[in-house]
Nanobody
Framework: QVQLVESGGGLVQPGGSLRLSCAAS????????MGWYRQAPGKQPGLVAV???????NYADSVKGRFTISRDNANNTVYLQMNALKPEDTAVYYC???????????????WGQGTPVTVSS
């Protein structure tokens, strides 16, 4: 069983910063990639940022230049540093890991529980 635990969300003023963390536990043979998604009330979930096994990163146009995704392989943790936050960034943020648990098994997506981020004065 693989479990992803998120932390770091909360209330922040416009222009402020937050750092989200997502730590994995359980049996993991290989990590293909990691990502962050978000869902605002009344909207469909959307991609925020991804990082591949090789370290390449991609960002949604709405967050590029403000958000940074990174990883700590030794601690099985992925981060999302969010700077210059805007009210439109308000959403529940979910981390996702694309993982192969055992040799010869298929890749599978695992999701965190979600952490809310509210940007407001």
């Amino acid at each position: 069983q693989v479990q992803l635990v998120e932390s770091g969300g909360g209330l922040v003023q416009p222009g402020g910063s937050l750092r989200l963390s997502c730590a994995a536990s359980g049996t993991i043979f290989a990590i293909n990639g990691m990502g962050w998604y978000r869902q605002a009330p009344g909207k469909q979930p959307g991609l925020v940022a991804v990082i591949t096994s090789g370290g390449s990163t991609n960002y949604a146009d709405s967050v590029k230049g403000r958000f940074t995704i990174s990883r700590d392989n030794a601690n099985n943790t992925v981060y999302l540093q969010m700077n210059a936050l805007k009210p439109e960034d308000t959403a529940v943020y979910y981390c996702k890991w694309n993982i192969k648990r055992l040799p010869g098994s298929r890749l599978y997506d695992y999701w965190g529980q979600g952490t809310p981020v509210t940007v407001s004065s």
